[in-house]
């Protein structure tokens, strides 16, 4: 997996969003929010191949939480990026 390098990570009043910057015709009516576990797997994993092991390894290594606990979060980030399109296979 990749994450797709046309969205941006930004700082809008205190919020972290993602913007597509790739494409002219962005609907600016959706907002992609991120919270801190989010901003952090984007952040570390931003410009690389990565697996979901991986993306769970960035959650344990930063919080004191099981690998069971980290592989199921990374699962649910990774598939709220893939249904916005920020994530590609």
Known sequence: MKLNPDFKLRE??????????????VDLTRVISLNASAKLL?????????????AAQV???TYRITEQQALQDAA???????KCHVLQD
């Open 12 to 25: 809008v009043v205190g919020e972290t969003i993602i913007v597509n910057q790739g494409t002219p015709e």
């Open 42 to 54: 984007y952040e570390r994993l931003s410009g690389q191949n990565f697996t979901l092991a991986q």
């Open 59 to 61: 959650l344990t290594d």
């Open 76 to 82: 649910t980030w990774v598939d709220a990026m893939k």
